[in-house]
């Protein structure tokens, strides 16, 4: 079997300040070897080889002498070398950009402070009125801070300050604190889509700003809440509120002394034996490659449902209320693009929502899966690995449909460098991989921009069991 080149996924450090070595540079990526060697600029470093996904190098005083970027590669056996990745050395003067929260309640308690800038130190502290406070360095675009309850016990404006190395100051940055709280924003409704005379149930409200005491209003009505953090509230909606097709307008208020109320977000409801698609399996499929089976899940689904693709029926087996699988034809995939899959219920229900089926060229780039799966929100750039297949020295990567720098590892690999500004809010972002002429393109994957405290689950070890086990 061949060797395979070794690809830099990430630094960390990602940076360094003036005068801050020597240090250890962890170096993380893909198809490292025991002789492994951390090269910078071309010369070799000490290293330790770690595992297959990861080296440490000792990085030198004189590395980080001065303000300059640092050219990072590994060197596998064989003359293998990564692709490089920079390592900036950056003056030692923080400045700050912004700060997260900007402002804060009174009595609101204790929190965690975002600090968004630059040239920070992995030794950087944050300052309220100069006094210091707990810091947390994550990279050199940002800090965060444990701000302490007796901080905000009265209104006024506190000045955010960082410091670095030798006593290096940053600019100043106001943090106000209010008795005016901030006005909540809802950002998703889990479910957003529901049946008609379905049962009551469980609306999850995700977003922003929630109180501790928010009230969630259903169509103008308060409604018992349940607060799960600033971020999370519940409600119970009824069955009666779901009696007819039509939406329902959610708000979250919170409370006096000074009550302000989020933009409505809108809860739809749906025919009764209105059919709801939630996903389809395959996403993507490659032209030309013949009839197969396609499993819909959902909400609704009725003996008798008919599953079309473009809108044209297929044969359709009913497994429960919420699978189905559908025969998409060989005609239907002989050509790259995209199809829309919908599910219509039998006696004159309306048709579902629709899902879009990508087919991908027979030889262009496709992709099977990405690591890491999800970034924190306000992360700075950071290089995604891209697992797929006929991928070519050219291809470029693209984040929502905007051309990325891209790594070429080999023909099942690519790195994508996905940027900070791409990171600045949470969110879903749409990965692809095209030819540079245009000729094809991947279906897409996802990568999940998080909140810090946002749980996901990445894997399960077991994934599988025999069952009786």
Do not use: W
């Not at 006096?256 to 809108?266: G, L, V």
């Not at 609704?300 to 189905?324: C, E, P, Y």
């Not at 791409?422 to 095209?434: E, K, S």
């Not at 946002?454 to 599988?464: F, G, K, V, W």
């Amino acid at each position: 079997m061949a060797a395979t080149a070794p690809a830099i996924l990430s630094l960390s450090p990602a940076s360094a300040v003036v005068g801050t070595g020597p240090f250890t540079l962890r170096v993380n990526g893909v198809n490292f070897v025991s002789a492994s060697q951390v090269r910078v600029n071309g010369v070799g470093r000490a290293t330790t080889f770690v595992n297959g996904g990861q080296l440490t190098a000792a990085m030198q005083s004189g590395d980080v002498s001065s303000v300059r970027t640092l050219q990072i590669t590994v060197a596998n056996p064989g003359g293998l070398i990564s692709s490089a990745v920079p390592f900036d050395v950056l003056p030692n003067s923080p400045q700050i950009t912004s700060i997260n929260p900007s402002t804060v309640t009174v009595g609101s308690g204790a929190f965690v402070l975002r600090v968004i800038g630059q040239n920070f130190a992995s030794s950087s502290v944050v300052n309220l009125n100069a006094s210091p406070r707990p810091t947390t360095y994550i990279d050199a675009r940002n800090l965060s801070a444990q701000i302490p309850a007796t901080d905000i016990t009265s209104p006024r404006t506190i000045n955010v300050t960082v410091t670095n190395p030798n006593l290096h100051l940053s600019n100043s940055v106001p943090l106000t604190v209010t008795n005016t709280p901030p006005k909540p924003t809802i950002t998703l409704l889990n479910p957003n889509t529901v049946n008609a005379t379905g049962p009551g149930f469980t609306l999850e409200i995700v977003g922003t700003n929630f109180a501790s005491n928010a009230t969630v209003k259903v169509g103008g009505a308060n409604r018992a809440t349940t607060f799960v953090d600033s971020s999370h509230v519940t409600t119970q909606i009824l069955s009666t509120d779901i009696l007819t097709p039509g939406t329902l307008s959610i708000t979250v208020t919170n409370p006096t002394p000074s009550s302000r109320t989020s933009d409505p977000a809108t809860l739809t409801i749906v025919a009764k034996n209105a059919a709801i698609i939630q996903s389809i399996d395959p996403t993507q499929v490659v032209e030309k490659s013949g009839q197969f089976t396609l499993s819909v899940t959902g909400t609704g689904f009725m003996s008798g449902v008919k599953a079309q693709f473009n809108g044209s029926n297929r044969i359709t087996t009913f497994l429960d209320s919420q699978h189905l699988t559908a025969i998409i034809l060989t005609a239907d995939v002989a050509n790259a693009g995209q199809a829309s899959i919908t599910v219509t219920n039998p006696n004159g229900a309306p048709v579902s929502n629709a899902l879009t089926l990508f087919i991908v060229s027979q030889n262009g780039p496709a992709i099977d899966n990405i690591s890491p799966a999800s970034v924190t929100v306000g992360s700075a750039d950071t290089n995604v690995l891209i697992n797929g297949s006929n991928f070519i020295f050219s291809d470029i990567a693209q984040v929502n449909g905007t051309d990325r720098a891209t790594g070429f590892v080999s023909a099942t690999q690519l790195v994508v460098t996905v940027q900070a500004d791409d990171l600045a809010g949470p969110g879903q972002l749409q990965i692809t991989v095209r030819r540079s002429d245009g000729s094809a393109s991947s279906a897409p994957v996802v990568l999940n921009v998080v909140d810090a405290t946002t749980p996901l689950i990445s894997s399960l070890n077991p994934s599988t069991m025999i069952a009786g086990s």
